[in-house]
């Protein structure tokens, strides 16, 4: 059983079925495949990574329209790869899942939708994904008018001529300002942290590139594997913020104060953290649109909500239409509020009281043939999750064949091994600019959460070959426990 049709998911599924296990059925909350490609469909939602990395490597288009390819693009492929290998007819769409719960007796999951239908499963795979929940800021009092999260845009809401705030400043809002800004009557941006920005215009790919990639050899691998290499070099400076880090920084300096000719607004959006402790902004568009002289960016902190207003903490009160949410995701949150339930009924937020870990971000002991994709810190700040997510499925399918070859029930990672290997992820973080700040990342007492703390060449190499004695195997009931 996968829970997500996303990329997670569907890279499970194509792995699985490649290698001979046919029962497989996909719950997807949606109603259809393409999980956080599908949800963010906000003017200007495009992928900050170029898409010849951000692809399965399995399936290499040579026809982008663009480096960077818009929302409806990258979910026409993940369509099109899905419907290619039959994935699709295993997709259940519609269904919300509420709980996972294992059973010892029968060695199986039940999984339970929230409208309470059932599935029994061997193994499940959650591939929800790190960013599928919309996050809203607490604010005090209530807005009177219309408003939506960046995640669930309201294509029906007119914003030609109206008055509206957007909240947050994040790698989506900074795609959607610059496209909402010549529309909307006037546009209040409320940024809480500057960021760092480094270019990106996206325009179409000229004729003569198309071309190229198209019809002469090994182009398209060597973009690739360029675009590859120049995410390692953002993970290298943010894995060395006070020698390499210095160049990103720099880099961005220059681009952003050739943006920002004023000192003044460039005083306000400058970040006062490291280079890449939070996510870099790729945009050449999103400076300027502050420029603009319908849209005014607000640092004040947001007081509160009365009627139709909104009130900063010096006592000014905007009057508004609409309120956009760009406040990003609960991110810590993972797969929950699902409830999940391992040996002995123990459930996943006990296990994860003091913050989510997995082996490999993946397996968690006391959780038989339960694997996490994009699961704890397996996010990349310089990179293609895609490639992780790949690495991941190979992986599953490695766990599930030696349970097989094993004629076992399930496998569970050995608690000690678990432990060495997160003591091994958090270690590493020491030193790096992602300890430099708060974000995202990072849980309520500061732990490093969501990220992969080296490269992507580390994490493919730490998951290539499963490793059977970092587990033990969970006999199928009633015949002789299984040697290790
Ligand atoms: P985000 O990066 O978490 O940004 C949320 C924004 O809202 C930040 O500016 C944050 O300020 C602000 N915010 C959050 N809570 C707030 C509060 N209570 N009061 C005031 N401001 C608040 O979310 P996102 O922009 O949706 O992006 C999330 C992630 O999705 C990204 O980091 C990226 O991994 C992914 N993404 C990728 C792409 C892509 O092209 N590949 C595009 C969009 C998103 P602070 O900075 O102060 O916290």
């Known amino acids: ?6 990329f997670g998911g569907i890279a499970a599924a194509i792995e699985l079925l490649r290698y001979g296990f046919t029962d497989v059925t996909i719950l997807e909350r949606g109603p259809g495949i393409g999980g956080t490609w599908r949800f963010n469909s906000y003017p200007g939602a495009a992928c900050d990574v170029p898409s010849h990395l951000y692809s399965f490597s399995f399936a290499q288009r040579r026809d982008w329209s663009r480096l960077c390819s818009p929302q409806q693009e990258i979910l026409e492929y993940l369509e099109g790869v ?6 699709d007819r295993l997709v259940q769409t519609g269904v919300e899942v509420a709980a996972c719960r294992w059973d010892d007796a029968s060695a199986t999951w039940t999984v339970s939708s929230a409208d309470n239908r059932q599935w029994e499963a061997d193994a499940v795979i959650v591939a929800t994904g790190q960013l599928h929940q919309p996050s809203f800021p607490r604010i005090e009092g209530t807005f009177a008018g219309h408003s939506f999260h960046s995640a669930a845009w309201d294509h029906d809401y007119d914003l030609r001529g109206k008055r509206v705030a957007v909240i947050g400043t994040g790698a989506s809002a900074v795609q959607f300002v610059p496209e909402i800004a010549p529309l909307v009557g006037r546009l209040h941006v409320f940024q809480r942290t500057g960021n760092w920005f480094l270019p990106r215009e996206n325009r179409p790919y000229p004729r003569w590139m198309r071309w190229l990639v198209q019809h002469v050899p090994g182009v398209q691998e060597f973009r690739r594997r360029f675009i590859y290499e120049y995410g390692e070099s953002l993970t290298l400076m943010i894995r060395h913020p006070r020698t ?12 952003m104060r050739k943006q920002v000719p004023d000192p003044e607004l460039r005083r306000r959006i400058w970040p006062d953290y490291t280079f890449g402790c939070k996510r870099v902004l790729f945009s050449s568009f999103f400076l300027p649109a502050l420029g603009r002289p319908n849209v005014e ?3 004040e902190p947001i007081a509160g909500f009365a009627g139709d207003r909104v ?14 949410y760009g406040t990003g995701f609960k991110t810590n949150d993972f797969m929950f509020p699902m409830e999940i339930s391992g040996t002995g009924g ?3 937020r006990e296990a994860w009281a003091e913050g989510p870990h997995a082996h490999n971000g993946i397996c968690v002991p006391g959780f038989p043939s339960l694997f996490v994709m994009y699961g704890p810190n397996t996010n990349t700040s310089g990179g293609s999750i895609i490639l992780y997510e790949e690495a991941q499925a190979a992986y599953i399918r490695q766990a599930l064949a030696l ?5 076992a029930a399930a496998i569970d990672v050995r608690p000690e091994v678990e432990a060495a290997s997160d003591r091994a992820v958090q270690a590493r973080f020491a030193g790096t600019a992602w300890t430099a700040c708060d974000s995202w990342y990072r849980d309520q007492s500061g732990r490093i959460v969501a990220n992969w703390p080296g490269y992507m060449r580390e994490y493919e190499a730490a998951v ?4 059977p004695s970092e587990f033990t195997f969970v006999p199928i009931p009633d015949r002789e426990p299984v040697a290790a």
């Open 297 to 299: 960016l607000v640092t």
């Open 1 to 6: 059983m996968i829970i997500g049709a996303g």
């Open 346 to 348: 123990r459930s996943l």
């Open 403 to 407: 349970v097989r070859a094993r004629a």
């Open 311 to 324: 009130v900063t903490a010096d006592g000014r009160e905007r009057e508004l239409d609409c309120v956009i």
């Open 82 to 87: 899905a419907r290619d290998r039959g994935i």
């Open 464 to 467: 290539r070959v499963l490793d």
């Open 244 to 255: 390499l880090g210095r160049i990103g920084s720099l880099k961005s300096t220059l681009f």
